[in-house]
């Protein structure tokens, strides 16, 4: 048993906006209502030529996020709209990185917007293992920054790992959480590298350690990654699907069933592995039945939505 595309994209859905519009602030704060009625296009080929001429006010820009534009954003029901608009933001952050290199906000809004894009709407294995490799070394780049000995998170033992991880605190948490998440998908598009998954236990103790420090950053994300992580493999090649239910069940009441997503998955990955088709049909019934229009969620439960129908039908065969 492998990953799955949506083991970790659908959740990353829902934070992708959040760093998409990284760029000048005054640019932004003056002219986006006026360019917002121009085809959205031209839209983002203007932000990324204005750049040159703002990149003074960068380091504003990379730490203030465009609460409004992004608001919008998470509220669209449209996924197609958000997918066709995704390879110019791509670009877009990387403009901003090739004049800014070391700014640690910009790095984690980069690998936040690259694990996102690639895990929840590329299909081409090859360019998706090679966007998640950027991702990756984007969250590496972006955590080395202020913390010299998180530099060889990659190369150093597991024990000296761990010791790293309980040095970092909780204003590590960003960092961090992007880390585990950027590390998950690239796994996830290497699944058929046992070496990259045996790298499961290093996102393993990063998202424990996520927890212990702030349990309901990202409204509890966290949790919802280790579930999923305890649920990848049956028991007998050392699944734990007791541990991974717990971690759901707490994911969503953090979330106070606000993430649709959380039962999708929880559904997909514990009920399914233990063949509990009650649960199963259950979560995902209350999925379909929910409102999808809740703020900050709508795209990602919009999502939530549609791949709930898919597992119902689906069901039918598993079980």
């Known amino acids: 048993m ?3 595309r949506q083991n970790f994209g659908s959740f990353e859905l829902i934070r992708v906006v959040r760093c998409m519009f990284l760029f000048c602030h005054s640019f932004i704060r003056v002219g986006y209502r006026k360019i917002l009625s121009i085809a959205p296009s031209f839209y983002i080929l203007i932000s990324i030529l204005l750049l040159s001429g703002c990149s003074f006010f960068i380091s504003s820009a990379t730490v203030d996020m465009t609460e409004n534009l992004s608001q919008a954003i998470l509220n669209n029901n449209d996924l ?3 997918e066709a608009g995704g390879p110019a933001y791509l670009l877009m952050v990387d403009s901003l990185l090739y004049r800014n290199p070391d700014n640690e906000s910009l790095l984690r809004g980069a690998s936040n917007i690259y694990t996102a894009y690639t895990t929840v709407f590329v299909k081409d294995q090859a360019r998706a293992k090679k966007l998640t490799e950027k991702a990756l070394s984007y969250a590496l780049r972006a955590i080395c920054i202020r913390r010299p ?3 060889r998170f990659r190369e150093v033992n597991f024990q000296e790992f761990k010791r790293t991880l309980l040095s970092l605190e ?3 948490v960003p960092d961090l959480f992007t880390l585990g998440s950027a590390w998950s998908a690239w796994i996830q598009m290497h699944r058929e590298d046992w070496n990259a998954v045996a790298e499961i236990s290093r996102v393993e103790a990063i998202m424990k350690r996520v927890i212990e420090l702030d349990e309901f950053y990202q ?9 999923v992580l305890a649920t990848f493999l049956p028991p007998a090649l050392g699944g734990r699907p007791d541990v991974g239910r ?3 069940e707490r994911a969503l009441e953090i979330s106070k069933d606000k993430n649709l997503m959380v039962k999708v998955l929880y559904a997909q990955h514990y009920a399914r592995l233990v063949f509990d088709r009650e649960l199963h049909d259950r979560l995902l019934n209350e999925v379909l039945e929910a409102k999808a229009d809740v703020p900050g969620y709508t795209l990602s439960n919009t999502l939530a939505q549609q791949r709930a129908k898919e597992l119902m039908k689906s069901g039918e065969e598993y079980f």
């Open 246 to 248: 717990r971690h759901f």
């Open 80 to 82: 197609a709209t958000v």
């Open 170 to 172: 909780i204003k590590d």
């Open 2 to 4: 492998g990953f799955s």
């Open 219 to 227: 409204d509890g994300g966290a949790h919802l990654y280790l579930g």
């Open 149 to 151: 000995k998180t530099c």
